[in-house]
């Protein structure tokens, strides 16, 4: 079995049909990402980086879909856990490679990317701008760091969850919860921002011609009550964690971030938002 599958059987208690409509319509939603990234036509070049592996589903989809032969992939993560989990799972005989390309997982962190200047031909982070944790609040150095080692010229492309007030409203609530928990840990996590801070990021480290549009997603009744199951279950996690905060100031704060969770009760808190797809030039 498969590790998501059996995370979502053994985890998430969901059953077989869940776990098929949860699986097709996340199969959907990363082709869709992928077909936008194929879009923008900006993929040239020999070497690419992606920062953020995360499960390495993105990481394949990229290598299977659209790097040729003659392109390399570094991935970076920091978490040494994901990158022996990915490299293992990159080597698997059952996956299919349709178009190519070799794939590198290194254990790096995106604020001190160990790479020379203008290395890159493209660098992509995929949901990875959320989740910058620092211990000077300094999350500009990631952005800074990616543009470093970006040739002249060349593509800085990222796709983010983001809050606006209204979309992803849950998400963004949980993310507090993050906020407090790294906090009382001495650590800065970023969580999700609106879409005109991530556009100031990139415009502070320096990039150019910057656009940005929004993937919308689709979805259907039945996979949203699967992510409310899933949501909830996630939710009960966090709390174990959260007890754990030390702070009595940081404390309360969490007290009113549950709060707000108990007063929102549209079914939209569980469902997954748009994301906004942004790019810059070096």
Known sequence: MREIEKELKQKYKLNPQEIKEYQRITFIRRKKETESLKELGIL??????????????????????????????????????????????????SLKVKCGGKVCPIIADICHLPFPDNSFDTVISHYTLHGIKTKDRNFLKAYQEMKRVLKLGKCFVAMTFYFDGRQNYFAYLRHKLFQL????????????????????????AGFKKIECKKIEYPSSPFFEKITDKMFKIDLVDQRKEIKKIKSEKLKKQTQEVWKAFKNYHSQDKFRIGPTILIWGKK
Do not use: A, H, M
């Open 44 to 93: 040239s070049g020999t070497k690419i980086l992606e920062c953020g592996t995360g499960r390495g589903r993105f990481t394949e989809s990229l290598r299977d879909n659209i790097l040729n032969l003659n392109q390399i992939l570094y991935t970076i993560d920091s978490n040494i856990q994901i990158i022996k989990y990915v490299s293992n799972k990159l080597k698997g005989k």
């Open 181 to 204: 928990e790294y906090k009382d840990q001495g650590i800065n996590f970023c969580g999700l921002k609106r879409p005109e801070d991530y556009l100031d990021y990139f415009k502070r």
